[in-house]
């Protein structure tokens, strides 16, 4: 099992930058990948950044060359710089642990909303 915590949502104008934080119960080289996913109101949830647990990430199209993602392996933590925010941005933003022994399973926390202003 994972537990995950989120910080670092806040409002912030056009072009500002945010760092959102998700600290994991347990090792992060344990959990196969983690991750950030968004849900805008009366939209789907979608995927902004992964990373595996050997380091390598994946990004949506929209956020690509926006946002960072990356982890602090000591503290059990994955951050997601986001740079250059827009308005489509706004949205709750999710951190995500998916594992795949000894069954798959997605772990998800919280939700941190991120607001960008015009």
């Known amino acids: 099992q994972v537990q995950l915590v989120e910080s670092g949502g806040g409002l912030v104008q056009a072009g500002g930058s945010l760092r959102l934080s998700c600290t994991a119960s347990?090792?992060?080289?344990?959990?196969?990948?983690m991750g950030w996913y968004r849900q805008a109101p009366g939209k789907q949830r979608e995927l902004v950044a992964t990373?595996?647990?050997?380091?390598?990430?994946n990004y949506a199209e929209s956020v690509k060359d926006r946002f960072t993602i990356s982890r602090d392996i000591s503290n059990n933590t994955v951050h997601l710089q986001m740079n250059s925010l827009k308005p489509e941005d706004t949205a709750v933003y999710y951190c995500?642990?998916?594992?795949?022994?000894?069954?798959?399973?997605?772990?998800w926390g919280q939700g941190t909303q991120v607001t960008v202003s015009a």
């Open positions: 990373i595996s647990s050997g380091g390598s990430t």
């Open positions: 347990r090792s992060i080289l344990s959990i196969n990948t």
């Open positions: 995500n642990a998916y594992i795949i022994y000894p069954r798959r399973f997605n772990y």
